[in-house]
């Protein structure tokens, strides 16, 4: 469900066409749909509609301050997992009040950031942790609000290694039996009021089953906690809901509320959730332009060698992931009909699509059929608005690609693109210290 569609051999981000975009604002640029954003955050709000759940806004997928400003616009709270986010946050004009602050790190200057911007809860990672908040929390004189995030050692969250979060191997949250022993120790604080619930088992999870079984196994505990005498009125259940890499693949948003909402209902909790990559995934593009095609004689393969790499969008090379990729003008008999790793067109060549850094990683895709390329032609690398631009760096001095927001037949610079000078801004003040 995204606004990147091809009419007349051309792609168009709602009504602008984005090699006519390409042409103003060069490349390698990100261009994103509101209106898809907008469709996506409508259509989970409605889909867990029953349970009136705080729909959170995971920043850290796609941070851009116009970006933010829109979500924030239509009513979402903000999933934060530092200070920076939580300046975009304030910036952006969202409410405090449906702020929370995941992270196992946070340092006193970010906790006493968020205590003196009252906002709603902290998720808890650890012991130390806590009693860092409760004690900056004193100091201050003004109370915090904690959830405990649990670690509920979900059996197969179905993610990739570096991306789950839910099983007890990894830094996050406490297991429940640890989480019982937390609430019996820091349950009656007065400083940091504990009565809530966090987790988040990984990203992205391609079906409701791990939700299912994380949110029972949170509200067993609830309920012990709650006969024990303690006030647990909120269960945040965390993000990770996919979005669709390729045509069909990640459940609708229907789907997850459907198992969950069963699970959720009537048990006197407000609920909160963190969807991130689902609301801005198919809201965002990379376009780029092909450099060269390079033919390899002995491994007999084909490079499209584009100018953007793992430097702007860094998904493939982390986590071997896939995004699909199609020139931005095609015959008529290249028109896509779906987005998937295998397309069952006549006259496609394979190649892997590699970018400019000086790593044999820097692949954004290996053995992808394509229509003829040539030098000069714009690809558009899709679903590449959460966890693109965030995690986009400077790497072999390469300026940080332009950010676009398409409304209608409207474009807007959301973020110019960085210039040479902008590499060494901060490097020009050098002094003893
Ligand atoms: C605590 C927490 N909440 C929410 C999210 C958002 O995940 P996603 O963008 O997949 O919805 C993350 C992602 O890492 C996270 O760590």
């Given at each position: 469900?995204?606004?990147?569609?091809?009419?007349?051999?051309?792609?168009?981000?709602?009504?602008?066409?984005?090699?006519?975009?390409?042409?103003?604002?060069?490349?390698?640029?990100?261009?994103?749909?509101k209106?898809?954003?907008?469709?996506?955050?409508?259509?989970?709000?409605?889909?867990?509609?029953?349970?009136?759940?705080?729909?959170?806004?995971?920043?850290k997928?796609?941070?851009?301050?116009?970006?933010?400003?829109?979500?924030?616009?239509?009513?979402?709270?903000?999933?934060?997992?530092?200070?920076?986010?939580?300046?975009?946050?304030?910036?952006?004009?969202?409410?405090?009040?449906?702020?929370?602050?995941?992270?196992?790190?946070?340092?006193?200057?970010?906790?006493?950031e968020?205590?003196?911007?009252?906002?709603?809860?902290?998720?808890?990672?650890?012991?130390?942790?806590?009693?860092?908040?409760?004690?900056?929390?004193?100091?201050?004189?003004?109370?915090?609000?904690?959830?405990l995030?649990?670690?509920?050692d979900?059996?197969?969250?179905?993610?990739?290694?570096?991306?789950?979060?839910?099983s007890?191997?990894?830094?996050?949250?406490?297991?429940?039996?640890?989480?019982?022993?937390?609430?019996?120790?820091?349950?009656?604080?007065?400083?940091?009021?504990?009565?809530?619930?966090?987790?988040?088992?990984?990203?992205p999870?391609?079906?409701?089953?791990?939700?299912?079984?994380?949110?029972?196994?949170?509200?067993?505990?609830?309920?012990e906690?709650?006969?024990?005498?303690?006030?647990?009125?909120?269960?945040?259940?965390?993000?990770?809901?996919?979005a669709?890499?390729?045509?069909?693949?990640?459940?609708?948003?229907?789907?997850?509320?459907?198992?969950?909402?069963?699970?959720?209902?009537?048990?006197?909790?407000?609920?909160i959730?963190?969807?991130?990559?689902t609301?801005?995934?198919?809201?965002?593009?990379?376009?780029?332009?092909?450099?060269?095609?390079?033919?390899?004689?002995?491994a007999?393969?084909?490079?499209?060698?584009?100018?953007?790499g793992?430097?702007?969008?860094?998904?493939?090379?982390?986590?071997?992931?896939?995004?699909?990729?199609w020139?931005?003008?095609?015959?008529?008999?290249?028109?896509?009909?779906?987005?998937?790793?295998?397309?069952?067109?006549?006259?496609?060549?394979?190649?892997d699509?590699?970018?400019?850094?000086?790593?044999?990683?820097?692949?954004?895709?290996?053995?992808?059929?394509?229509p003829?390329?040539?030098?000069?032609?714009?690809?558009?690398?899709?679903?590449?608005?959460?966890?693109?631009?965030?995690?986009?760096?400077?790497?072999?001095?390469?300026?940080?690609?332009?950010?676009?927001?398409?409304?209608?037949?409207?474009?807007?610079?959301?973020?110019?693109?960085?210039?040479?000078?902008?590499?060494?801004?901060?490097?020009?003040?050098?002094?003893?210290?």
């Amino acid at each position: 469900m995204d606004h990147f569609t091809y009419r007349d051999g051309r792609l168009h981000c709602e009504q602008v066409a984005l090699d006519d975009l390409a042409d103003r604002v060069g490349t390698p640029a990100y261009v994103y749909s509101k209106q898809t954003f907008t469709d996506h955050y409508r259509a989970i709000v409605d889909a867990f509609s029953a349970l009136d759940p705080i729909v959170c806004y995971s920043i850290k997928s796609c941070g851009n301050l116009h970006i933010v400003k829109l979500l924030a616009s239509m009513g979402s709270g903000m999933d934060v997992v530092s200070g920076g986010e939580l300046y975009r946050a304030r910036q952006a004009g969202a409410d405090m009040s449906k702020v929370v602050y995941a992270g196992v790190g946070k340092t006193d200057a970010e906790i006493t950031e968020a205590i003196e911007a009252e906002i709603g809860w902290f998720n808890i990672e650890s012991e130390a942790e806590f009693e860092n908040i409760a004690r900056l929390a004193e100091q201050l004189g003004k109370p915090a609000h904690g959830a405990l995030r649990i670690n509920p050692d979900v059996a197969d969250p179905r993610t990739h290694a570096k991306t789950t979060t839910g099983s007890k191997e990894t830094k996050f949250g406490v297991d429940i039996a640890r989480a019982r022993r937390f609430f019996e120790t820091y349950g009656r604080n007065p400083h940091c009021r504990l009565d809530a619930i966090h987790l988040h088992i990984g990203s992205p999870i391609y079906s409701p089953e791990p939700y299912v079984d994380a949110t029972a196994r949170a509200l067993e505990l609830i309920d012990e906690l709650r006969a024990g005498g303690h006030v647990i009125d909120t269960i945040d259940i965390g993000g990770g809901y996919a979005a669709d890499y390729e045509s069909g693949k990640s459940p609708a948003y229907q789907e997850y509320a459907d198992a969950l909402v069963p699970l959720l209902r009537g048990k006197d909790l407000r609920v909160i959730i963190e969807p991130g990559r689902t609301i801005a995934g198919n809201a965002g593009v990379m376009v780029t332009q092909v450099q060269y095609v390079k033919e390899s004689t002995s491994a007999a393969k084909r490079f499209v060698i584009v100018d953007a790499g793992m430097h702007n969008l860094v998904r493939p090379a982390m986590y071997d992931a896939f995004h699909f990729i199609w020139p931005t003008r095609v015959a008529p008999e290249h028109t896509p009909p779906h987005r998937a790793a295998e397309m069952p067109l006549p006259g496609l060549e394979t190649s892997d699509i590699v970018g400019p850094i000086c790593e044999t990683g820097d692949t954004l895709a290996k053995a992808r059929d394509l229509p003829p390329v040539q030098r000069g032609d714009r690809l558009c690398v899709f679903t590449a608005g959460a966890y693109g631009m965030v995690m986009a760096s400077n790497y072999n001095a390469f300026p940080r690609p332009v950010e676009v927001l398409v409304d209608g037949e409207r474009a807007t610079v959301i973020r110019r693109r960085e210039t040479y000078d902008d590499l060494v801004l901060t490097e020009r003040d050098a002094h003893p210290v």
